[in-house]
């Protein structure tokens, strides 16, 4: 686990190294060892052909705040933690602004840590939830 002190080097090293959320456009807000809040601009490159966000580019935006935050508190036991079960629920479209996402860890059991998302459109309102649970790798 990292300590407050050593967060904001880890936020760089993370961005560097998530070009997967640096092509979506997505940025870390602020991190702390109990939340992590993301942002991202809505771009018309990442619509469905029905002029709406890909849901599919949601997801990955909210999955690098997930592993932001699962890394950081991460025991130093394990290397790393991958996704192993992922459970999304769209609740409103969207179509242009910017995405708040506020990612928490609600448990850990042994190597597995259950951790959500919630994000939400400029006006506040809930646009998507996402429940992962990340698995420790050891060594």
């Not at 939340?35 to 601009?41: G, Q, S």
């Amino acid at each position: 686990m990292k300590t407050e002190a050593e967060l904001p080097e880890y936020i760089k090293q993370f961005t560097e190294k998530d070009s997967m959320g640096a092509t979506m456009g997505a940025r870390c807000v602020s991190l702390s060892l109990s939340e992590c809040i993301y942002e991202y601009e809505v771009s018309e490159k990442h619509f469905n052909p029905n002029g709406i966000l890909h849901g599919g580019a949601l997801y990955c935006v909210m999955d690098s705040a997930q592993g932001m935050l699962v890394h950081a508190i991460l025991d130093e036991q394990f290397k790393a933690a991958a996704t192993g079960t992922s459970v999304i629920k769209y609740l409103a479209p969207v179509a242009r602004g910017k995405v708040k996402i506020v990612t928490t860890l609600k448990e850990k059991q042994g190597r597995k840590l259950f951790v959500t998302s919630k994000a939400y459109d400029e006006n506040g309102t809930p646009v998507c939830e996402l429940e992962e649970i990340w698995i420790a790798l050891f060594k």
